[in-house]
T-cell receptor, first 112, second 111 residues
Framework: DAGITQSPRHKVTETGTPVTLRCHQT?????MYWYRQDPGHGLRLIHYSYGVKDTDKGEVSDGYSVSRSKTEDFLLTLESATSSQTSVYFC???????????FGPGTRLTVL | AQSVTQLDSQVPVFEEAPVELRCNYS??????LFWYVQYPNQGLQLLLKYLSGSTLVKGINGFEAEFNKSQTSFHLRKPSVHISDTAEYFC?????????FGAGTRLTVKP
């Protein structure tokens, strides 16, 4: 299995609070991604990174920011969480942008 | 941008029966195609991929898929399913841009 960990695995927070999710990889892959998974929508891309300090927006980026200060770490921040951001968040990595991605175990976030 | 349609949201099937999970994508000059499986409370695991070459692709756990360019389809098949195949299956497509996922098909294998 690809070495990808996510923390925390579960989090419950209140509307308006900031939240940061962490993704850590040991594979030295160039690309890292954050997705959210919601019933009936599959996975939707929030942001991705193509190198240290190089990031770009995905399909559903509003309300989220990311940072990548080291190759192995990719952080997703919800500046002010809303109930619509209740979801399961997955981190993924890949060596090349168009090829297969490898997924972390996910973080279940509940915003009350 | 690519779009992916998984034609069945749920597929119930009896153990040892064959199964086909259908996937269609919007056309593109060249695409890369993937099937992933997700077991409860886990991340997605790659089942198989089509990058180029033979249109019949074999994957893990006895699954295979066939790339049909004229019909823009990439259907997943297994000749005989097991209880342990119960999971959600996602079709995904990438070209020069982002990887797009279908909404998923929940396969339930009944004894």
């Amino acid at each position: 299995d690809a070495g990808i960990t996510q923390s925390p695995r579960h989090k419950v927070t209140e509307t308006g609070t900031p939240v940061t999710l962490r993704c850590h990889q040991t594979e030295n892959h160039r690309y890292m991604y954050w997705y959210r998974q919601d019933p009936g929508h599959g996975l939707r891309l929030i942001h991705y990174s193509y190198g240290v300090k190089d990031t770009d927006k995905g399909e559903v980026s509003d309300g989220y920011s990311v940072s990548r200060s080291k190759t192995e770490d990719f952080l997703l921040t919800l500046e002010s969480a809303t109930s619509s951001q209740t979801s399961v968040y997955f981190c993924a990595i890949s060596e090349y942008r168009v090829y297969e991605q490898f997924f972390g175990p996910g973080t279940r976030l509940t915003v009350l | 941008a690519q779009s992916v349609t998984q034609l069945d949201s749920q597929v119930p099937v009896f153990e040892e029966a064959p199964v086909e999970l259908r996937c269609n994508y919007s056309s593109s000059v060249s695409v890369y195609l993937f099937w992933y499986v997700q077991y409860p409370n886990q991340g997605l695991q790659l089942l198989l991929k089509y990058l180029s070459g033979s249109t019949l692709v074999k994957g893990i756990n006895g699954f295979e898929a066939e790339f049909n360019k004229s019909q823009t389809s990439f259907h997943l098949r297994k000749p005989s399913v097991h209880i342990s195949d119960t999971a959600e299956y996602f079709c995904a497509v990438s070209d020069d841009g982002d990887m797009r996922f279908g909404a998923g098909t929940r396969l339930t294998v009944k004894p």
